[in-house]
């Protein structure tokens, strides 16, 4: 246990950085997957460089949880990243992103004046941005990329709406646009799935689709960051049409798609046959039961035959075939039906909607009954399968909402198992583990059970949302993407949402033909330089009567505090309050909690600044005007306060609140006032008191306002 490390491992500890996972040229590097996905286009330019090759690279998107914090790691790169030639632009939206990085496969049409022998190019996105960008990444897929340069687009998806207003699942969409889909489901698989993502997009001239969710991305690893470990075979046996596959000029649409159907997607399948990407993990000769999955699956799946005492070696005694996939679409034939071969039953394993089975249904239909193999996945076939009942819900074998568990696929495995027959001591001891199972679910729901009371999301301490989402009585308002989405569950009379971009916009619809004259629309400031200023302009267009409270933070804070606008500047109050100006709506103040800072400066005509305090009298003249009128709510972050303090670039306040629990009524109207967490209940021997959390406390001091008008 105190033996001496040997001498190459005392020297190799000697000499780690934190800068390893991006400057260590050989050997292992503990890294995240957002940060595997920062490495990554440095190994596809060192791979370059070594073949002779003069390449760059390009970056854009836009951020979304699980990718929300990819771009702060690429700024955190910098240096790295231009050492190897690597430019990192985020994209004002996600659609204009996938339009830059279009651009660069377009440098090939101009081969006088292009810098470099090729650019690769990395787009990213939440799942929501994935489908937003759906008309650039077919117009994009179809022109095709460039001979060194190829493209991967890169999908953050949401399986559980964890973070996100729907659930999402990216490879439907990717299939839409026609391109091929990699899933990884380590850190690891994530450099080397994504430089195989890069080779096939250039052999075949399609955009290549990466999926990833937060199980995967959000874990950590060491991993090899060796440039060759990557071995890249160039397919054989698929033959080029006349000119190539390559992005040209001109390129007639019906051209471009009958290289698409007759060419590209032939020459991505050619790639992923030559690279074995899809490969038998688990084999024997005498298998009859085959697990097919991928990416998070997979490891779900890994996970649940080990809890069922299932370890390699009795999978191959019981003749369980695993298979793992690493590109779900298109899914490689031959691959499937050797996978296939010899089995008598197959449990595709996947999350949400049906990709990899139906492809697997579809490849396997002409072969004869006798040597096909029964296919099973979401559905088990106990009436029939899918299609043979008007609502086959209650057959579920796999649910395709929410996510799959490692618990949900053992009990599947069981079921199929069992169904095909197993030896008596095998099938106990499946059946021990699944009560094992069963009796710790239903501890968790005894305990979840309890009456502990509910943890609802809330504003921050001293959040500008507490104050600016307020509406006057007999006002309602509508929501949008962002922080303040939370009014939906608060006592703000707030209802119904849109999504990113659409603020406000439902009330066209419903405004001829309401009661109703007036509404409020909350709108983000990230979300208006996004987006949300078309839907400002949508709601001029209409003529409807709308207030748009738009809230500028200062910040991003959902995704780490990144500067509003995509420029290190950021986006100010003065430069929105002129496009609103420019764009004709009939009013627009200016409201924050410091109106002093404004002194001086030059307003637009008719634009007024008036103090928080005055929000309610403000909003109560507005919900009477005619046409679209705006507020910007000018406060900063409260989570971006606290960083800024800690980092010393913004002063603390002298002042602190205190209750002094013995003076205090025990009203609560601080709490009321402020919507603020940091002021807590506490129970004395005189009844219910308040205090305030000094920890927690942003020094906001709204909780202190209905006392200073009492005085």
């Not at 787009?123 to 117009?139: E, L, M, Q, T």
């Not at 020459?267 to 097919?292: E, K, Q, S, T």
């Not at 088990?380 to 209650?394: A, K, L, M, R, T």
């Not at 924050?592 to 001086?600: L, M, Q, R, S, V």
């Amino acid at each position: 246990m105190n033996a001496p490390l040997p001498e190459d491992v005392r020297r190799a500890l000697e000499t780690v950085t934190l800068d390893d996972k991006y400057a260590l040229q050989h050997g292992r590097a503990f890294m995240s997957g957002v940060q595997a996905l920062v490495r990554l286009p440095m190994l596809q330019r060192q791979r370059d460089a070594a073949a002779g090759l003069n390449t760059a690279g390009f970056i854009s998107g836009y951020r979304g949880s699980p990718l929300g914090g990819y771009d702060q790691a690429l700024w955190a790169a910098k240096k790295h990243l231009e050492s190897n030639n690597i430019v990192f632009q985020p994209g004002v939206n996600e659609e204009l992103g996938a339009t830059a990085v279009w651009g660069t496969q377009q440098l090939d049409l101009y081969p006088e004046t292009k810098k470099f022998d090729g650019v690769f190019g990395l787009w990213y996105g939440k799942g929501p941005g994935v489908d937003r960008c759906s008309d650039v990444f077919k117009h994009a897929n179809m022109a095709g990329t460039a001979r060194h340069g190829g493209v991967i687009a890169l999908a953050g998806d949401d399986h559980i709406s964890k973070s996100s207003t729907a659930a999402h699942q990216s490879d439907h969409i990717f299939k839409a646009c026609g391109t091929p889909v990699f899933f990884p489901s380590n850190v690891q698989d994530i450099l080397d799935m994504g430089l195989h993502a890069f080779a096939m997009s250039r052999f075949s001239g399609l955009w290549s689709g990466m999926k990833t969710i937060q199980e995967v991305v959000e874990s950590s690893a060491s991993v090899s960051v060796e440039p060759d470990r990557v071995n890249i075979i160039l397919p054989e046996d698929f033959q080029m049409p006349p000119g190539g596959l390559h992005i040209r000029w001109p390129d007639a649409p019906l051209e471009q798609e009958q290289r698409l159907m007759n060419y590209k997607w032939y020459a991505a399948l050619a790639y992923v046959r030559a690279n074995r990407l899809n490969h038998n993990v688990i084999d024997g000769p005498n298998d009859r039961f085959g697990l097919i999955a991928s990416g998070k699956a997979y490891n779900d799946m890994r996970q649940a035959l080990a809890d069922l005492g299932l370890d390699d070696d009795t999978c191959r005694q019981l003749g369980i075939r695993v298979h793992k996939v690493n590109v779900v679409w298109p899914l490689e034939a031959t691959i499937t039906r050797d996978f296939a071969r010899g089995l008598q039953e197959i449990l595709v394993v996947e999350e949400k909607r049906q990709v990899i089975e139906y492809q697997i249904k579809e490849e396997l239909y002409n072969w004869r009954s006798d040597v096909r193999p029964n296919v099973v996945g979401k559905f088990s076939d106990e009436h029939g399968g899918e299609w043979s009942v008007p609502n086959p819900s209650q057959d579920w074998l796999l649910r395709p909402n929410a996510d799959l568990t490692p618990a949900l696929i053992a009990r599947a495995i069981v079921q199929r198992l069992t169904k095909i027959g197993v030896p008596e001591h095998i099938a106990q001891r499946m059946h021990e583990r699944i009560a094992v199972l069963d009796a710790r679910e239903a501890a968790l729901k005894v305990a979840q059970s309890q009456p502990t009371g509910d943890r609802v999301p809330w504003f921050c301490s001293g959040c500008p949302h507490n104050t600016s989402t307020r509406v006057p009585e007999g006002s309602r308002a509508v929501a949008g993407i962002g922080c303040h989405y939370m009014t939906v569950w608060m006592d703000r009379s707030t209802s119904t949402f849109t999504q990113m971009g659409g603020e406000g916009v439902t009330w066209v619809g419903q405004a001829p033909f309401t009661k109703d004259a007036h509404v409020f629309a909350n709108l983000g400031d990230g979300t208006y330089f996004h987006s949300g200023l078309l839907a400002i302009r949508q709601s001029i267009a209409a003529g409807v009567n709308i207030t748009y409270k738009l809230l500028y933070n200062d910040a991003v804070a959902m995704t780490g505090g990144q500067r509003v606008g995509e420029r290190p500047e950021g986006h100010s109050v003065l430069q929105i309050m002129n496009s609103l100006k420019s764009e004709g709506v009939a009013k627009l103040v200016i409201v924050t909690d410091e109106p002093a800072k404004y002194d001086g400066v030059p307003l637009a005509e008719g634009v007024t600044v008036h103090h928080r305090d005055e929000l309610d009298r403000i909003q109560r003249e507005f919900r009477t005007l005619k046409g679209c009128t705006a507020i910007i709510y000018d406060q900063t972050c409260a989570t971006e306060k606290r960083r800024r303090r800690k980092r010393g670039t913004l002063a603390t306040p002298d002042k602190t609140v205190v209750i002094n629990e013995l003076v205090c009524e025990g009203c609560g109207d601080c709490s009321v006032q402020s919507n603020c967490l940091s002021v807590e209940p506490v129970e004395t021997e005189f009844g219910r008191k308040r205090r305030i959390n000094q920890n927690t406390c942003n020094k906001d001091y709204s909780c202190v306002k209905r006392s200073e008008e009492r005085r």
